[in-house]
């Protein structure tokens, strides 16, 4: 396997970087430090510090300033599993899945169920025509094949998934488009004038960011622009199920606020802050928001110069383009958690130890956008930066495999207290897990505080 070092190097290349700005990085410690068979301690080092060194470029064509930009492996793996290591007022999280959610044998193997939100489980009970209880879920599934049941499943609208080895996986249809993609591609879709940067102290001081995501990934990458300064402002649907915990953790530093895009008023009221933007990050199925006028090619005639963010769960091409799916469902259908369980003996599936395909794609999404919005200020033009989990994980697993990890111990409180911060929050005091890049002129920090869904009004503060 490549060292941190030279992965980064790749990931930087791919964005378009200068090699010269690498020299200014440093990556200590040293994996594995969790219980896995893949890299996963390494995706969350390296994706934390390409995007810590792109707001540190993006501040030295601000200022002029060079600047270094630290990580440490631990801290790096601590902020990747952040959800579990919030406390709000003293408590810690809530049950994470809902009662029926998880894994389940079929006729040939195992599936996975994702019902989290109410309508996904309620669908599930309907193609299964049973209620909302383990066993009885279990006595429908025992009639099922995975793969019928899978394919019947989304035509259900259910989001569920099929375990596969990574061989029969990487003979899928869809997972062949995918071999076809990098782990991110950044694309001019029009012309515009270069946009100036605003004053500011900051790397990303009043750059603007539309953030239309939920659960982890794509809120983690407004997560992190707003470290960094951004104005971050979280749009949400006043009847979209959210999942509070994660609302909370993945908050920091943003504005919140209610639009409701069923409507033709709420439609206008995001062309609106469209209209101020500098960057347009959301985590909906391809084509879900092109259906409401929100395109990029159409959000790049709002506001030229936009950059504009795009994360899916199976990525723009291939069959299963337009499929919904979340980090666990992903990890169970391209042989993840197939091959952690061969690893670890298990009969049946085993997770990774943290949500890495979620974490490393939110990080990935805010270094292509801070990477795009930096190549505008230079030469104009719109951009569209696209990611999604499973390429993430084809470029997780091609980081090659770990030995003699599984039986790694979990890591000890005392060690994740060591990255942890005491902030107020609109829901009660937090301690939280700081920002693990360490930027040696521009310290990375939240200027605002978690808040409710829907706090703040749907208008962008003024700059400066």
Request: proline share 7%; with cysteine.
């Amino acid at each position: 396997m490549n060292s941190s070092s030279d992965i980064l190097k790749d990931l930087w290349a791919l964005a378009g970087g200068d090699p010269s700005a690498l020299d200014a990085v440093k990556l200590t410690g040293a994996a594995p430090l969790l219980p896995s068979s893949f890299a996963v301690d390494t995706a969350a080092q390296v994706t934390i510090a390409a995007a810590g060194l792109a707001a540190a470029e993006i501040w030295k064509q601000r200022s002029g300033e060079k600047q270094n930009v630290s990580v440490d492996l631990e801290h790096a793996v601590v902020e990747c599993r952040s959800e579990r290591y919030l406390r709000v007022a003293g408590k810690p999280p809530p049950p994470t899945w809902d009662a029926i959610a998880g894994i389940y044998k079929v006729r040939d193997g195992f599936v996975r169920l994702h019902t989290n939100f109410r309508h996904h489980r309620d669908n599930v009970c309907k193609v299964l025509n049973c209620e909302p209880e383990r066993d009885k879920v279990q006595a429908a599934l025992n009639n099922w094949d995975g793969e019928d049941f899978e394919t019947r499943a989304y035509a259900g609208g259910c989001v569920v998934s099929f375990m596969r080895s990574h061989e029969v996986w990487s003979k899928h249809p869809h997972a062949r488009a995918l071999a076809e993609l990098p782990v991110l591609t950044i694309e001019k879709i029009g012309e515009a004038a270069p946009k100036s940067w605003p004053s500011g102290r900051r790397p990303l001081e009043s750059v603007r960011v539309l953030d239309l995501s939920r659960v982890i990934a794509g809120p983690v990458a407004g997560r992190t622009l707003a470290v960094h300064g951004a104005d971050v402002m979280l749009i949400a649907g006043p009847a979209l199920p959210q999942i509070d915990w994660l609302t909370i953790d993945n908050g920091r530093g943003k504005l919140s606020a209610f639009v409701e895009l069923k409507s033709e008023q709420g439609r206008a009221t995001l062309q609106s802050l469209l209209a101020g933007a500098d960057i347009f990050s959301q985590g909906y199925r391809p084509k879900s928001l092109a259906a409401l006028g929100f395109s990029p090619e159409e959000a790049a005639r709002i506001n030229p110069g936009i950059v504009y963010v795009s994360m899916c769960a199976y990525g723009h091409a291939g069959p299963w383009a337009e499929r919904r799916g979340f980090d666990s469902l992903v990890q169970t259908t391209t042989g993840f958690n197939h091959a952690e369980g061969q690893v670890a003996g298990v009969d049946g599936p085993k997770e990774l130890p943290s949500q890495m395909l979620d974490h490393a794609t939110g990080y990935l999404m805010a270094f292509g956008a801070m990477m795009a919005r930096a190549r505008q200020a230079r030469e104009g033009g719109s951009w569209h930066v696209r990611v999604s989990l499973a390429q993430t994980g084809r470029w997780l697993w091609n980081l090659g495999r770990i030995t003699d990890a599984m039986g790694k111990p979990d890591l000890p409180s005392e060690t994740v207290q060591k990255y942890m911060q005491t902030m107020p929050s609109g829901f009660g005091e937090l301690s939280a897990v700081r920002h693990a890049a360490i930027l040696s002129k521009t310290p990375a920090f939240w200027a605002r505080p978690a808040m409710p869904l829907g706090t703040h009004p749907p208008q962008w503060p003024l700059r400066g």
